[in-house]
């Protein structure tokens, strides 16, 4: 088994430490002697690795959205390809997944919106996220629906999947994810044909096991 090198171990460690900061005094207090301290090093060391807190901010976020990717790639292996609605629901369970509603990363996530709109390289990530969102949901939908309407469904559900975490991000209790599932559920009901649901219990009946042919 290869050893692992001192950045491999380091990286992971400062990014850790970067969501305990934000999460204990927010982004702005979050400063590399804040960040070094908890990760056990000095700041010297933060500024070898990324060079400055932003890059180690979008170095955080981009391991979030990595997991993020990996939660959704999970998920959808335990649908068949061709239940539609199951994949959706794997796509929606992975953006409500403990790794994206803990705490430490909901208080990441909103700095993150909220820096974005200053920072063009936060931005860009930003919108990979959002393309990447609408792609997986577009590619499912674009199997029952025409392609217009199929945009329109996957926009919806999008913004259904932002501000119900976004509200829940901001309550003192946290994000509920089940309702939070239910709420989407309820959508999908409305908006797609009845026999889909037929068929997604069928296949959820026979737990055939499945392989994830998303397009990212």
Known sequence: MPKLGMAEIRKPQLIEATLCAIETVGLTKANVQVISQLAGVTPAIINHYFGSKDDLLKATMRSILVKL??????????YHPDDVIGRIKAIVGGNFSPSQTNAAVTKTWLAFWAQSMHQPALARLQRVNERRLLSNLRFELNKILPPHQAALVAQGIAALIDGIWLRGALSEGGINVEPAKALIDDYLRLQLPAEL??????????SAPVQDDLPC
């Open 69 to 78: 990717g990996q939660e959704v790639r999970e998920q959808l292996q335990s």
């Open 197 to 206: 649901f037929v068929l997604h219990h069928h296949y959820q009946t026979l």
